[in-house]
């Protein structure tokens, strides 16, 4: 009776760590992302500075391991995103053919692979400046 107690326990476990594990997989980052980058610009002989939004739009899409490519515009410039998902990390690297926006975003995917959370770096224009994009469609 002992050995059968014990088969069985030894049996259970092995049947609940299955299921424990039996997680959904991570998501994709795919799909078409939006938001506001907001900043403060500095007074300039153009600007007279203060607070700066300006539109971004990325069309992002995943391969099978987790690199990152698409396209989009940070306010009117038209701009190419490559980088890398390693869920829940994200690093997209901008870069735009004036090199006015090249830059990169480090950041997190949400959950649900709605929410790209995190800060934009570009030079010593922009260091850390919180950006979330927000999934619009896949």
């Known amino acids: ?34 938001g506001t980058f907001t900043y403060i610009a500095e007074p300039g002989p153009f600007s007279p500075g203060g607070p700066v939004s300006q539109p971004w739009v990325l069309t992002l899409q995943e391969d099978t391991r987790g690199g990152v490519t698409g396209t989009g515009r940070l306010d009117k410039t038209p701009i190419t995103v490559t980088g890398t ?10 870069t735009d053919d004036q090199a ?28 850390n400046n919180p950006l979330t994009l927000s999934m619009i469609r896949i």
């Open 1 to 34: 009776m002992r050995l059968l107690t014990t088969v069985l326990i030894i049996l259970l476990g092995i049947a609940s760590a299955r299921c424990d594990s039996a997680e959904d997989p991570p998501p994709a980052l795919q799909g078409r992302f939006e």
């Open 100 to 127: 006015a926006f090249a830059g990169r975003f480090t950041g997190t995917l949400s959950r649900d692979g709605r929410v790209l959370d995190g800060v934009y770096n570009f030079t010593f224009f922009f260091v």
């Open 85 to 94: 998902h390693d869920h829940p990390d994200v690093t997209l690297e901008f």
